[in-house]
């Protein structure tokens, strides 16, 4: 008997089985009870989230038997020719193969015969963005008022393609992309039936890297259970889907969170001389430390794992902390456009790297300014200029130390850039130059002088 791939297999045949719909599933349940759905649909959103399979539900629905209904029997002969494939008062097209006005004209001649058994005439227009111009002019009085036995449904994974003019005439569903957890969970439930092993860390790894595509999960996890002869474990993810281990990537992390740049240049360099593709790894940093984070913020929120991945990351939330976590995280995420559209995208994974691993120069500057945020300028005497506008010394009075407000000199423990070290050659120069205020240069750290008139040296 041949094969049939786990996403044929498990196609939904139900309304409640569609992943991730609710508010699809809501719409077309409710039109269907009342009796009041379209004439002509658009259902728009991701490949693989389930547009055509609703609409073949729609098609069951409105002929089953015991329909117009919002649950199909799936058991009488139209529901079965559906599901089959072969109903005579169902049509699918392919808009891709099929893309000129001449295709359309002889669907048009076609709407003017009833429906051979069923009650409507179902015509299911799969990606119809690819349609010509002519093609979509040919369909607008068609659309716009059918024959009462004709109902529309159209497919497309690039709404804004499909000409405003077609948009208006149908009711739009947008099909938005299932969540990770919802497709891991899917995962396991059809691992569970197929009698075959899947791990919750592996089910987690191959939910993510379909991003909100249950067809491209189902697909991955076909292709695994082959490679891994029914025993999909992380190796096997690590194999098939270029995925690094997780203990390179979570060494990758702590290594730019501490700030060892040529060491974890290093390590970058080494994966993708090893063959791995920059933007999965990319990926992968921002899911180890989405992971940590939610570990230190509470465990139970973490997605699942093995335990060894568990006490890898936990480690590593307890090493660095939630609040530290959290900025590491926004800090990567900000380079997602730089990895993703860049031309070389090795080199802009390592300029990614590069600015992650500023973060302890960064926290460094944050606990400065933390500790100084308390320090209030002197106002001085009525009548005298405020303290926090530089002002010129007499020629015969001593120059004011660099960085004291209002002529104030800093404290024995703390000198004017506030790390406690004074620089001798700004040093000199406030002494040669009253004029002159210390400042902080927040990205990089470094102490700079800063003239009093808007000059920096």
């Given amino acids: 008997m041949t094969y049939q ?38 259902f728009s959103g991701l490949r693989g989230v389930g547009k055509t399979t609703a609409a073949r539900l729609l098609a069951k629905a409105v002929n089953c038997a015991e329909g117009p209904t919002a649950e199909p029997c799936g058991t009488c002969v139209s529901c079965l020719e559906v599901a089959e494939g072969s109903s005579m008062d169902v ?14 004209r002889d669907l048009q001649d076609l709407l003017r015969f009833h429906p051979t058994r069923d009650r409507f005439r179902v015509i299911i227009v799969d990606e119809v963005h690819m349609l010509s111009k002519s093609a979509f002019n040919a369909l607008l009085k068609t659309i716009e008022e059918p024959p009462p036995y004709i109902v529309w449904i159209f497919a497309t994974t690039e709404r804004l393609k499909v000409p405003a ?9 947008e099909f938005r992309p299932v969540s990770s957890e919802l497709i891991r969970s899917r995962l396991e439930e059809i691992a569970a039936k197929e009698d075959f092993t899947l791990t919750p860390s592996a089910a987690a790894a191959i939910a993510a890297a379909a991003e909100g595509s249950v067809r491209d999960a189902l697909s991955l996890l076909d292709q695994l259970r082959a490679f891994a002869s029914d025993e999909v474990d992380d190796e096997a993810v690590a194999s098939v889907l270029g995925v690094p281990p997780i203990e390179v990537t979570v060494q990758l992390v702590e290594t730019l969170a501490s700030g060892r740049i040529a060491e974890g240049l290093a390590l970058v360099r080494d994966q993708l001389a090893g063959g791995q593709d920059a933007s999965v790894l990319y990926r992968e940093v921002g899911r180890i430390l989405r992971a940590a984070l939610y570990l230190a913020l509470d465990p139970e929120l973490a997605p699942p794992m093995s335990e060894v991945h568990r006490d890898l990351l936990s480690k590593l939330a307890e ?28 080199l802009s994974l390592e300029v990614a790297a590069l600015r992650l691993a500023r973060w302890p120069s960064v926290q460094r500057v944050e606990d400065w300014l933390a ?69 902080t240069r ?14 920096g040296s």
């Avoid at 498990?10 to 089985?17: A, G, I, K, T």
């Avoid at 660095?320 to 559209?341: I, K, N, T, Y």
């Fill in 165 to 173: 003019t077609i948009q208006s005439r149908c009711q739009q569903l």
């Fill in 5 to 42: 791939v786990l996403a044929r297999t498990w196609r939904p045949q139900r309304f409640s089985e569609l992943l991730g719909q609710d508010a699809v599933v809501q719409t077309l349940c409710n039109a269907l009870s009342s009796g009041t759905f379209g004439q002509a649909y658009l």
């Fill in 371 to 439: 500790r100084n945020s308390s320090l209030e300028p002197d106002p001085g005497p009525v009548g005298t200029p405020s303290s926090d506008v530089p002002t010129e010394s007499p020629p015969d009075s001593p120059a004011t130390p660099a960085g004291a407000a209002g002529g104030e000199a800093p404290a024995d423990d703390e000198t004017a850039d506030g790390t406690g070290r004074e620089d001798p050659s700004l040093a000199e120069e406030a002494k040669s130059d009253p004029g002159v205020v210390l400042a």
């Fill in 91 to 104: 049509i699918e097209m392919d808009a891709a193969t099929h893309t000129g006005v001449d295709e359309v």
């Fill in 442 to 455: 927040v990205l990089g750290g470094e102490i700079v002088g800063v003239r009093s008139d808007g000059e």
């Fill in 319 to 346: 090493n660095r902390g939630c609040d530290p976590l959290s900025r590491m995280l926004g800090l990567w995420l900000e380079q997602e456009a730089l990895v993703r559209g860049a031309a070389n995208r090795e």
